[in-house]
């Protein structure tokens, strides 16, 4: 069964940094590019960060400089390291492919950013 799990969020002050992380299942990471998302209280879900098979990169302007998105495919395995984290970066996070299929979406992994 394919599945994603998202884990490593929490409350940080402003400044701070975290890293998520999230174990797929089943053959998910065959799908080639993977990302997370992320959908803060009353916006639409948006895409923060991509990868490929072949490790190229994608960031939404708006993180830029500041969040490093990997994988692993030997572990199965997506990361997400956000440094300089800002109080409008805190929402619920999210992986699953790119585009996203409306059935992998998991339970996400709460980040606030707030002093």
């Known amino acids: 069964q394919e599945q994603l799990v998202e884990s490593g969020g929490g409350l940080v002050q402003p400044g701070g940094s975290l890293r998520l992380s999230c174990a797929a299942s089943g053959s998910i990471f065959s799908f080639g590019v993977m990302g997370w998302y992320r959908q803060a209280p009353g916006k639409q879900r948006e895409l923060v960060a991509g990868?490929?098979?072949?490790?190229?990169?994608y960031y939404a302007k708006s993180v830029k400089g500041r969040f490093t998105i990997s994988r692993d495919d030997a572990k199965n395995t997506l990361l997400l390291l956000m440094n300089s984290l800002k109080e409008e970066d805190t929402a619920v996070y999210y992986c699953n492919i790119v585009p996203a299929r409306s059935s992998l979406w998991g339970q996400g992994t709460q980040v606030t950013v707030s002093s």
């Open positions: 990868i490929s098979s072949g490790t190229n990169t």
